[in-house]
């Protein structure tokens, strides 16, 4: 998974009826094999991101 600065991050529910979350890329560190994310979420919250296979990622136009 490449992201960059922009893009669009919506982490599905891990258990049913599980509300969706989504945020917005505004860091990426780590490696090109280990990426980490930084993601500022709808809500305002920040966190820092591994991607798992939850993850979707939207590219930024």
Same mark, same amino acid.
């Given at each position: 998974?490449?992201?960059?600065?922009?893009?669009?991050?919506?982490?599905?529910?891990?258990? =049913?009826?599980?509300?969706?979350?989504?945020? #917005?890329? $505004?860091?990426?560190? +780590?490696?090109?094999?280990?990426?980490?994310? =930084?993601?500022?979420?709808?809500?305002?919250? #920040?966190? $820092?991101?591994?991607? +798992?296979?939850?993850?979707?990622?939207?590219?930024?136009?």
């Amino acid at each position: 998974m490449h992201a960059t600065v922009g893009d669009r991050v919506r982490i599905h529910g891990r258990t =049913v009826g599980a509300a969706e979350r989504e945020g #917005e890329v $505004i860091d990426v560190r +780590g490696s090109k094999e280990s990426p980490l994310l =930084v993601v500022r979420y709808d809500d305002g919250h #920040e966190t $820092i991101l591994a991607p +798992g296979a939850d993850c979707e990622l939207v590219h930024a136009d």
